[in-house]
């Protein structure tokens, strides 16, 4: 009877062990909220509309800030600068975006999400004649989607497509300046 009771007390301590061992893997990729971030987004900046024919696409840099409000939803604060020229016309794009990233559903430490928010542009271009538009600031929106996967308690590292339309900027001397763009970006966020 002592060596069943021993036994059966052996097999209680390595199941509370794995228990435990489990715990930990759980509590690593299980998502924490009320967290802040901070990150960046590389990756390609694809012209559309009017904007396709003043400027090409090139590699542009992405700057984020992150907060988790719940298990379901961030606020997702964006900002970017980019200049695109083609020959002798270019464009020039400036953004502060604010949108809300949501999740449906985590499987693992994997969780794929949409966006959607507002935004202030200043979307300028240049003609072949030099002639430029006077800079001014519009809103705009901005919609996309991408997944992230967290690496551990600190960094987070994801893909996202991530489409502007700034509303047209109504020109006295030059053509409005009207279009889109569509964002392609490899991000890395950094949690404290």
């Given amino acids: 009877m002592a060596i069943a009771m ?3 007390f052996s097999l209680q301590v390595i199941a509370d062990e794995s228990s435990a061992e489990e715990q930990k893997i759980i ?27 003043k400027g090409d696409d090139t590699i542009t840099l992405d700057l984020f800030y992150s907060y988790t409000a719940s298990y379901s939803f961030d606020l997702l604060i964006g900002a970017h600068a980019s200049s695109h020229s083609l020959n002798d016309t270019s464009v020039n794009l400036t953004g502060y975006t604010m ?4 999740r449906s559903y985590e499987f693992d430490a994997f969780s794929p999400f949409v966006i959607g928010g507002l935004g202030f542009y200043m979307p300028t271009i240049k003609e072949e004649d ?9 809103f705009g929106f901005n919609v996309g989607g991408g997944v992230d996967l967290r690496l551990n308690h600190k960094f987070i590292v994801g893909f996202m497509a991530h489409y502007h339309k700034p509303f047209e900027v109504k020109q006295d001397d030059t053509e409005n300046v009207r279009g889109s763009y569509l964002k392609l970006l490899l991000t890395t966020m950094y949690l404290f």
């Fill in 130 to 138: 030099g002639e430029k538009s006077d800079p001014k600031y519009t």
């Fill in 99 to 102: 949108s809300i990233k949501a």
């Fill in 6 to 8: 021993s036994f059966f």
């Fill in 27 to 53: 509590s690593a990729t299980k998502r924490e909220i009320q967290k802040h971030s901070l990150g960046f987004g590389l990756g390609q900046t694809f012209l559309l509309g009017n904007f396709e024919n």
